[in-house]
């Protein structure tokens, strides 16, 4: 089972495809993030999904009032992603938005030192908020395992956990798999490396051995 997520955080689109195609072999699914939709337009996430056969996840963390995030989710869903990142800290509503339109994650707890100012303490309300949901997935940090296994805990079954975090953070996907993550998402580690491919390899073997 693949449970390699590659966040393609670059700009140029030439870039983002070679590297999608080289390492699509050991991947689940494809993450775009801003930077990328930024530099190399919507379209991308459309071509992704061509060169690849790989689901497409838009990590816009959409935050906004309910009509402002069904506005962007249906130009994105669209676009053929397949499913969209959310905030849940805005509200019911908000991410209700997202969700009548597609497969949606929301974000229980970030993996950066600045997550535990204000999110990591609306962690608790934001798993109720997922469990009353039941989105595809949420996102929580593989810098702290500890935190995935609570999460784990107290989310219900089917939902699945993606955790951002593993390589360049300092997370390690062994460690995080163990504590009860579903996928793990790399980005740096894969995308920055001299061999994309063999980088995406090592990670899906190391996977494949939890
Ligand atoms: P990297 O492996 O290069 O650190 O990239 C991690 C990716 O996951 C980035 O796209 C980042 O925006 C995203 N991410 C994260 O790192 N932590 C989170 O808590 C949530 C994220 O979406």
Known sequence: MKRLILALDVYERERALEIAECTADYLWAVKVN????IGSGLGI???LRQVTGLPVIADLKLADIPNTNRLIARKVFDAGADY???????????????????ETIIVVEMSHPGAEEFIQPATDKLIELA???EPFGVIAPATRPERVAYIR?????????????????GGKAGEVLKAGAD??????SIY???????????????IAGV
Not at 34 to 37: D, E, M, S, V
Not at 86 to 101: D, P, S
Not at 153 to 169: E, F, H, M, N, R
């Open 84 to 102: 969209i990142i959310a905030h849940g800290f805005v509200g019911r509503e908000g991410v209700n938005a997202i969700m009548e339109l597609g």
């Open 183 to 188: 996928y793990v998402i790399v980005g740096r």
């Open 153 to 169: 805990s107290k989310l219900k079954p089917g939902i699945k956990i993606l955790t951002p975090g593993v390589g360049a953070q």
């Open 131 to 133: 469990n009353e949901l």
């Open 192 to 206: 920055a490396s001299e061999n994309p491919r063999e980088a995406a390899r090592n990670l899906h073997r190391e």
């Open 45 to 47: 996430i459309t071509e």
């Open 34 to 37: 801003w930077p990328l939709i």
